[in-house]
């Protein structure tokens, strides 16, 4: 059985129900396991991240993940905010920020030393673990003005960002997480013929029983444990199953646009029946504007703005969405 949220008209269908395509993250729910989690498929809204930065195939590659990982994250947000994945490593592939901000806005870049980047893809040792080199993961929880941060941080020596992610949930969050994440380049048709398209996609489980009987309390001294804190077994055999059917996904099948979402839940819980939420849509949207980058450079000393001053003018380039707002120095010096 596979339920799911009646969708837009416009959409596409999947045999007799609406399904969410590209650049959506689709909630889902398997009661049976008591898990629940979402997947996604990343198509024009990375290409396009990608394609702007023209990035070396590697670093286009580390950062795709991290972008999957980030709205997989992001969108379970509850509130106005932002989940910002960042590495800082000593690899080549040096760091790497996805910044999602709720409830669909996502921007990414990477910094990489191109020298020591051509010098690996010249001998082949391109894998995630040689780029990234060692150094942290931080996954950063921001609620705005007047509240803290929350942040988490792993160690990155080196593991890949799925690993690490798994890391970050055993270490951090101690709820059993499984997930799969999956990068490539597809030719696809267009007007003049075919091109080169970046996709991504993924999919993250969690256990997280509600039944009282899958519940353990822990057996505090003086009897003062809280009867609803929950500690979820691992080793419960539901979770073990989840486990062996996420085993069996191929890379593929979670970037294919002739498969999608909806599909793949269905190929993977059918036997036990996958509940299906509505897509969460998420857009490359930078959140840089002329009047937030104005309110930094008039908070500059006389000195800072003519350090600043290249060929008669300010110029400022965002690292995310490659924008360039250029200002005359002359708007400052009133502020001085």
Not at 290 to 314: C, N, P
Request: with cysteine.
């Amino acid at each position: 059985m596979l339920e799911t949220r009646q969708l837009a008209e416009h959409q596409p269908k999947l045999g007799e129900f609406g399904y969410a395509g590209d650049d959506h993250v689709v909630p889902f729910e398997v009661g049976p396991l008591d898990v629940r989690g979402r997947t996604v498929q990343l198509g024009p809204m990375l290409d396009a991240i990608l394609s702007r930065h023209d990035y070396p195939e590697p670093v286009a590659r580390l950062l795709a993940e991290a972008c999957v990982l980030t709205v997989l994250l992001g969108t379970s947000l509850k509130f106005e905010g932002k989940f910002i994945l960042q590495t800082r490593t000593d690899g080549p592939v040096d760091m790497l920020v996805a910044d999602f901000s709720t409830p669909h806005a996502l921007r990414a870049y990477a910094r990489y030393d191109a020298d020591r980047l051509e010098a690996l893809t010249s001998a082949g040792e391109t894998s995630q673990r040689t780029l990234l080199g060692s150094g942290v993961l931080a996954l950063t929880i921001d609620q705005g003005a007047h509240t803290q941060r929350y942040q988490g941080i792993v160690q990155l020596d080196g593991e890949t960002l799925e690993e690490a992610a798994r890391t970050y949930f055993r270490q951090s969050e101690q709820i059993p997480t499984d997930l799969r994440l999956s990068v490539a380049k597809l030719l696809t048709p267009g007007i003049g013929g075919a091109r080169e398209q970046w996709r991504a996609g993924g999919i993250l489980a969690q256990f997280l029983p509600q039944s009282p009987e899958r519940m353990r309390v822990p057996d505090l001294p003086g009897g003062d444990g809280d009867p609803r804190e929950e500690i979820h077994d691992p080793a419960d055999n539901s979770w073990q199953e989840l486990l062996a059917l996420l085993g069996t996904i191929e890379p593929t099948e979670l970037i294919d646009p002739t498969i999608g979402a909806e599909r793949l839940l269905y190929r993977l819980f059918h036997e036990h029946g996958v509940r299906v939420f509505g897509g969460v849509p998420v857009a490359d949207q930078c959140s840089c504007s002329r009047e937030k980058i104005r309110g930094i450079l008039e908070g500059f000393s006389a000195d800072e703005i003519r350090d600043s001053t290249e060929d008669g003018g300010i110029h400022v380039a965002c690292e995310f969405c490659s924008k360039q707002y250029d200002f005359d120095p002359a708007e400052f010096a009133a502020a001085q």
